[in-house]
């Protein structure tokens, strides 16, 4: 998360030392792009700095708490991503793609998979399930409980979160620089 925020610092210094940028976001048709960039920005940054500090802290070692902690992370990164697609439109004026398999992709669709365990699924979804335990480990090591109906085998996986979430950091300050040269060229 320390690329995202300097990145940050960069591109809000860029709109803020450059006149064209705010002339083109005041402009009656761009007004929408204009909250989008603000609103993102305080979405990137906000973000940014609670995963960093958790991070460094870890998750509690009271059970309770680090279960609700872990989906606050997990949560706090995709409206991290939100924020960035967003910024990205707000200011290239082009839809942002993310090629699956990537470190972005891999850290939501996690995400996704450690949620998706209701108790009653149907047949119109996958034949499996994932149950994330209130003992799920720390940063290094996050375990969960998957069944698979085809196989008909529980497994216990696991990942490195921390890991994945320095992984992503590389990719989306990756975009991020590119949104910045994307603002130098066109808002000197």
């Not at 991070?55 to 509690?60: D, H, P, Q, V």
């Not at 996050?142 to 497994?155: L, M, N, R």
């Not at 994945?164 to 620089?177: C, E, K, L, P």
Request: aromatic share 12%; charged share 20%.
């Amino acid at each position: 998360m320390k690329n995202i925020q300097t990145l940050r610092s960069h591109i809000y210094d860029q709109f803020h030392n450059s006149s064209a940028g705010a002339q083109y976001f005041f402009l009656d048709a761009n007004r929408d792009a204009y909250a989008a960039y603000y609103t993102s920005m305080y979405l990137i940054q906000d973000t940014a700095e609670a995963v960093y500090i958790h991070m460094a802290r870890e998750f509690s070692p009271d059970p309770m708490l680090a279960y609700i902690e872990f989906w606050g992370v997990m949560q706090a990164v995709v409206i991290q991503q939100d924020a960035i697609i967003e910024l990205h439109t707000a200011v290239a004026g082009t839809a942002l793609t993310i090629p699956r398999g990537s470190a972005w992709t891999e850290l939501r669709d996690k995400r996704n998979l450690c949620a998706g365990h209701p108790a009653n699924r149907n047949a119109r979804r996958a034949p499996q399930r994932t149950f994330m335990g209130r003992m799920f480990g720390n940063y290094d090591r996050v375990k969960y409980e998957h069944y698979d109906e085809q196989t008909g085998k529980t497994t216990h996986p696991s990942f490195d979160l921390r890991q994945m979430i320095n992984d992503y950091d590389v990719q989306a300050s990756g975009i991020m620089r590119s949104i910045l040269s994307t603002m130098r060229a066109r808002w000197p």
